[in-house]
């Protein structure tokens, strides 16, 4: 197997729900057969992570990315951000995105936007999650219909 293929069957996992196996995976990759995860295997990771209610999980794997010299994109902090906001940990959500820019010199993207709104709405945080919406135009990221949806969520838990 290579990291192709490794992507693959963790992203399966993911979309099937079985985080334990997606993380079997990825811890076994380097060990099994020298193969080194990248970005993708760790956006994956994280998700499958997040989709699993583990979010601690997912934030320890994201954390250790830059240290094993890869570097987070914005599929890798839209994960993250997710994962954290599924788990309820809204103030974890939001520095994850407020340092997105300073830290690695990533620009969030509508998916950005949409996670921290809706991590705002299920922390109860509301008014927060309705300053990041109204910002986002301002910022050059027009709003979807998944950001129009996270603010009315976060604005009816409010």
Do not use: D, H
């Amino acid at each position: 197997p290579n990291v192709v293929s490794y992507n693959a069957a963790i992203s399966a996992c993911e979309k099937g729900g079985q985080w334990e196996k997606a993380l079997e995976l990825f811890n076994s990759m380097e060990g099994r057969g020298g193969v080194k995860p990248n970005v993708i295997t760790y956006s994956a990771a994280i998700s499958a992570c997040g989709k699993g209610g583990q979010w601690e999980k997912g934030l320890e794997i994201f954390n250790s990315m830059e240290g094993l010299g890869v570097s987070p994109n914005v599929i890798s902090y839209n994960a993250a951000i997710s994962a954290c906001g599924k788990g309820g940990q809204w103030e974890k959500a939001l520095e994850l995105f407020n340092s997105m820019e300073g830290r690695g010199g990533v620009k969030p993207n509508v998916i950005t936007y949409s996670a921290a709104i809706s991590a705002c709405g299920k922390g109860g945080q509301w008014e927060k999650g309705l300053e990041i919406f109204n910002s986002m135009e301002g910022l050059g990221v027009s709003p979807n219909v998944i950001s129009y949806n996270a603010a009315i969520s976060a604005c009816g838990k409010g």
